[in-house]
Every structure is written in C-alpha cells, then in structure tokens.
C-alpha cells in the first residue's frame, strides 16, 4: 500500500505508536500539547458518519493517492483528524459494517456468513447483545435523532442493521425502483440521477424537517466504488477510465464478478483501476455534497463528522479481484478522517496501527456522554489516541460453503474446498499472525504472551456461544444481492 505522506501536515504530527510504555514515551514527545482531543463528552454534537463502501485507503488523496480522485474528502481532512493504520474488522460489507455500529468484533457480532449450503440462509443473524449496543439505538435513548440512508442491500431491515434508526431509507441499486422510490419519499419526482445523489436529497429533507433542540445521528452507505465500476458520465473518462470496455466484458460474461473472484475472468488492472478511481470521484462530489448541505445551514462546525470505509476493495492484485476471499491489506486497510466539533486538532494526523474501524462506535458515544456507560469493551475512543491501550487488533473471515459453491457453477476450475476455512489475522506490534479457526490452533504458538492467552480466550468464548440463528431471506432480498453480484 502506498505509505501518507507526512509533509502534507507539517508540525502537527499525532504519533500514537503501538501499545507499549517505550513507544508511547518516544512517539509522545511529537505530540502537540493537548493530550485529549475532545473534551470529556458533555455536549450532544450532531454525528454524521460517512461509509463509502469497498474504497481503499490508498486511493485518498488525503492519504496521499497523486490522482485528484477525492478532492471533497482531502479539504475536509484540513478540518479534521486523519488516523492512519487502522483496519476494518472484516474484508466485506456485512460483518464490517456490523463492527461498526456495534463496536464488537465479527465472532461477537455474530452478523457475518452462515456455515451453510442454503440459499435462503446464507447469513447469521445479528447475536442479541449485539443488537442492544446498535449505534442508532443507543443515540436514540440519549436523545438523537437518527436517521440511516443505505445503497446497499446488506446494510438494511433483511440483516437487521435498521434496527434503532427513527427513519431508515434502502436506495435501490436499479435506476426504475430507485425513481418510484424517491417519488414516494419526497413526495415529488428527485433531481438525483445517481444512489449518492438521491442520499443527499434525503438527508436535505431530513435537515429541513430537524428540530433545532434535537441533535441528529446520520449514518450513509454509499456505494459507487462497489464493482461494476460504472461512473455516470459526468464522472466517465474523467481519470483515463474506459468505461465502454467493462461494459462490453459485462455484456460477455453474466456473472462477471463471481467469474473474476473464482478466476475465470482476469481483466486488465489498469482498466479497472481508472474506473474505480472515477468511481471514487463520483462519491467524493457527493460526499462534497452532504459537507455543503451542513455547511450552508450553519451545522458544519459543532458537528462531528467521520468518514470511513467498511473494506477495500482487490483491482486485480495477483489475479485479486473484488473484496472476498483474501485478507490483505487491499481489503483490510481503510481511511479514517474524523472532524470533531469545534475542529479540535484540527489537520493533525495519528497513527494508531492497531485501531480498528469497531473504535468509531466507543469514538461516537464518548462525543455525548461524560461518564459513558457504554465504555470498557473492544472498542475504544479514538478522541484520546493516548489512552488507546489495545495491544492486538483482529480481521476475521467466515467463510460460507454457499457462495463457494456459487463462484465454483461460474468457474469451473475454482477449488472452493481450499477457501472452507474461517481466517483470522491477527495484528500485533510486532506485525500480523494468521490463524486458522480452531480454538487450538498451532499457529497460535506464534503469538507472543500474553495476547496469545487473551485470543485464545476470545476464541474459546466464541465456541461456548450458542451460534446464532441464520437469517432467512426474501425474493427481494436475493434479487439485489444478485445485483451487488452476490447471487446468480
Ligand atoms: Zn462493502
């Protein structure tokens, strides 16, 4: 991955280093004054949290991509605090997002791929206690108004990441739906051509109905650099992207991405890259978008605001594509730019190397309450780099023998039974471990004590727990996971 670029922040260098004694004192010495980035939470910001889906860190220019793929995104990281090192939980969509807004790892959550052959069950259900700590829920009870605006399936009522949202809107992907969609909750035909645009028309519409007295809670899934990589055409041919020849390859294969992911079909990095990147422009004008709508009513400044990604995504990395099946740091490493309220520290930059994209959550509910009650689990406040105190972080992967199977129908020679294995990596000071997913795993004799004790734990309570429960889904449910390629 291309290393940030450090001189883009002169002088106000946030060196957290790994969680020992030695390195804090070292790194401690670049710090600027402040040893706590915001106040304890005593006030309720409004929190606007941002996941651009599948966008990898490198290609931010914030983090120091040379192509102009995120201009929106790299002005605001001047008002904000950019962390680098940090990794999702998981390399795809639904556990990572499910770490996100419960705070827990994906063995915890519970909400990642079922161990199963059925179509209709090929996810687990979201474990109970993780329910109780769902961001939007906890906002609700301090008093937020909470809305959640999705563009893909996998964040919605069919997993039940809805759940605690006051109002929660599912953008379809398919452009008919998308238009009778917006008809009926604008209550007047939508100017937005794209998933992205009609997010920001929803989010006016709740600004302009918002209760002065009320702080809001506004969570975005925003898709486009998700595969197929297909700006609009404002975007088209922008970043040297030839959009015609992912057309014609989609035109040639019905299941192009099963294909690729499965290795049937191996087209050219080069060409997929210069999409994604247009891709990435396109949900920058967007993301540039909800800034303004802030800005122009006078919201911008008090509010804490994240942006972040749930995984990365492979553009052809030793024949990689797409974001499964691998836990390299393609997938795992995301961006992470938060702006705090007042724009404390702002244009500094900390390196936490084992903070994980579950930290938002505790980031999140310490902005808002002086004695947390939610603190002293996995995730931690990220306000207070110099209080993190994890020594491992953790990616895990489960695999589901259904999807294997789907990708082998499409190509052939995949051998599906080499990925029947749950994957774990985990992240330590003195770099990455992986794991198979045995509580007795061999490899865990390569983990330096303690932290080998402490995942050993971890691992022997995810046995003892009951799994839980798939869930099972509808027509609907499978027919846009087909059109996220999910589905034949
Ligand atoms: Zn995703």
Known sequence: MQAPSSEKRPGKQLALGLATLAAWLTLACDRPSESVVVAPGSATPDIILIVIDAARVDRFGAYGYPKSTTPNIDTFAEDAVLYRGVRSSAPWTLPAHASILTGMRSGD???HFAPSREVRAKVNALRDSARDRLLASLLSKRGYATLGISNNRWVSKATGLDFGFDNFFLIPSKPEARRRAAAKWLGRPATASTAAELSVELFEMQLEKATPQ?????????????????????????????????????RTHRFLELSMLGGGVQPESPMLSALYDEELLQVDDAVGKILNALRKRDLYD???IVITSDHGEHLGE????????????????????????????AGSAVDLPL???????????ASTWRENPHAGNWSQDLAKPDAFGREWNLAEYYYSPWYLLQIKQVAPNFDNAAHERVRRLVFTASGSHALDGREDSPLLGTLPSPIREEVQQ????????????????????????RELGYVR
Do not use: C, W
């Open 355 to 365: 903070a994980s994209t579950a930290d938002i959550h505790q980031t999140l509910l």
């Open 214 to 250: 009320r702080p809001t809670f506004t969570f975005f899934n925003l898709i486009e650099p998700h595969f197929p990589y297909l700006p609009v055409d404002r975007f088209a041919g922008q970043l040297g992207g030839d959009r015609a020849a992912l057309e014609e390859l989609i």
């Open 318 to 345: 030793d024949g990689r594509y797409s974001h499964q099946l691998s836990m390299r740091p393609e997938l795992l490493d995301v961006p992470l730019i938060i702006k705090y309220p007042g724009g404390a520290n």
């Open 458 to 481: 971890y691992l022997a309570g995810l046995i003892k727990t009951e799994a839980p429960s798939p869930v099972i889904l509808d027509e609907e449910d499978l027919d846009a996971l």
């Open 302 to 304: 008090d509010a804490l």
């Open 109 to 111: 959550h519970g909400l």
